[in-house]
């Protein structure tokens, strides 16, 4: 990505997660860059050219986190949920439209396909590790899916939830709520060395 395309990138994010994708034209985001619409649509030929962008920046951002922070306990599980909250407050659009996006743009609906199964592959095996090393230990198999589907649609649409009570601007005063209730999931499912972590990571975001 050269500067440009950076630059782009960058404001289309700050007026996306503003003002929503479904109500920002390319020529407002031209206008507003300083830019001709032409020159805008040589980096980005259509809106969804440089959403479907977007959507990778914010995916490649996620597995650097997946690769930089490996789950050895309950505790990283969280402190890594926490991380990737973070990352999808700063592509809040990116959330809050994708139900949208996945009928509207194809490209992103077959990408997001590949991406939304890793990500569960990496879920199951993070559940693996927290089972045999003691953090967890669910009853049946029924338990293990239900605190990794519980996971996913957490994580896929705690934004979509918070955006009912809070404006767009005041989405991160929520984060920290949504983050407890992860935590808290796992309550009936915690070892006591499980238990420990839960508290610990509840200690450092209240």
């Known amino acids: 990505m050269n500067a440009t395309e950076e630059k782009i990138i960058n404001r289309a994010l700050e007026i996306f997660n503003l003002k929503g994708i479904e109500y920002a034209g390319m020529r407002e985001l031209a206008a507003d860059l300083g830019m001709r619409i032409g020159n805008l649509t040589y980096y980005f030929p259509t809106k969804d050219d440089l959403v479907f962008r977007l959507s990778e920046t914010y995916s ?6 997946h690769q930089e922070f490996p789950v050895k306990s309950l505790y990283d599980f969280l402190k890594m949920s926490e991380l990737l909250f973070k ?6 659009c990116l959330h809050l439209s994708m139900v949208h996006l996945m009928e509207q743009n194809q490209k992103m609906a077959q990408k ?6 890793a990500r569960q592959a990496a879920l199951h095996q993070n559940m693996k590790f927290l089972v045999e090393n003691k ?7 029924n338990d293990e899916l239900l605190i990794i589907s519980s996971n996913s649609i957490q994580n896929r649409f705690w934004l979509s939830e ?7 601007q005041n989405l ?3 984060m ?3 983050l407890k209730m992860k935590a808290h999931l796992f309550r009936p499912y915690a070892t006591k060395k499980g238990l420990d972590d839960i508290e610990l990571f509840l200690g450092e975001i209240d």
């Open 60 to 65: 490649n951002s996620n597995s650097q986190i």
């Open 87 to 92: 990352n999808g407050l700063k592509y809040q």
């Open 112 to 117: 997001y396909e590949g991406v939304r199964d």
């Open 135 to 141: 953090y967890l230990k669910f009853s049946s198999e």
């Open 162 to 168: 918070a955006v009912l009570s809070e404006k767009r």
């Open 172 to 174: 991160g005063s929520q």
């Open 176 to 178: 920290n709520y949504y």
